[in-house]
């Protein structure tokens, strides 16, 4: 079992639906992470949360949209998706930013439909 | 764009032989190196890590060796199984030090 808990572990949405991805950690970690990784390949890096802070934005589309309501939370609200961001969306925590070691969730299957 | 070269793509090995994984990087101010094990359906899950002051660390069977002045570093697993088959991604940090840039990943397979 991970310490990063991730919910729901598989989602199927319409393009016009909104929806949300959550995550939790409870090892008192100050920096929070979303990534995104597609079959066979790298996870790539989404968001960055510091001290509930947004700090890094990987020119992601609007139609992702984090919010970090504790320092335990972290959500990735979701709306008017494409088929193309069908993925896995991982979520990390580590204890601060900087050189951390990095502790992933198993993810949610996010399939757009 | 900084990047960490991977190498091999794939890989199969014969149970109990030595699974040899190499990366390459470039930005000489990274000073963390950590190795990740994914298997499907699962998130990356932390294998081993090594920071530019030591040459090796070893844990059970997995070894990784650095190579500072060629900025390489390569994961060893020794006595490969059929349970290690998996994805492993090796890492480094951004040029920030605020995130992890990956790898494209290995896929072994160890035959038995």
């Known amino acids: 079992d991970t310490e990063v808990t991730q919910t729901p572990k598989h989602l199927v949405m319409g393009m016009t639906n909104k929806k949300s991805l959550k995550c939790e950690q409870h090892?008192?970690?100050?920096?929070m992470y979303w990534y995104k990784q597609k079959a066979k390949k790298p996870p790539e890096l989404m968001f960055v949360?510091?001290?509930?802070?947004?700090?890094i934005n990987e020119s992601v589309p609007s139609r992702f949209s984090p919010e970090c309501p504790n320092s335990s939370l972290l959500n990735l609200h979701l709306h008017a998706l494409q088929p193309e961001d069908s993925a896995l969306y991982l979520c990390?925590?580590?204890?601060?930013?900087?050189?951390?070691?990095?502790?992933f969730g198993d993810g949610t299957r996010l399939s757009i439909l | 764009q900084q990047q960490v070269k991977q190498s091999p793509q794939s890989l199969i090995v014969q149970k109990g032989g030595i699974s040899i994984i190499n990366c390459a990087y470039e930005?000489?101010?990274?000073?963390?190196f950590p190795w990740y094990q994914q298997f499907p359906g699962k998130g990356p899950a932390l294998l081993i890590a090594?920071?530019?002051?030591?040459s090796e660390k070893k844990e059970g069977r997995f070894t990784i060796s650095f190579n500072k002045s060629a900025k390489q570093f390569s994961l060893h697993i020794m006595d490969s199984q059929p349970g290690d088959s998996a994805t492993y991604f090796c890492?480094?940090?951004?040029?920030?030090?605020?995130?992890?840039?990956f790898g494209k990943g290995t896929t072994l397979s160890v035959s038995s």
């Open positions: 090594i920071r530019p002051d030591v």
């Open positions: 949360y510091s001290y509930e802070k947004l700090s």
């Open positions: 930005n000489t101010a990274f000073d963390y």
């Open positions: 090892m008192g970690h100050r920096a």
């Open positions: 990390a925590s580590s204890q601060a930013l900087g050189n951390q070691p990095q502790h």
């Open positions: 890492a480094a940090p951004n040029q920030a030090g605020t995130a992890l840039i």
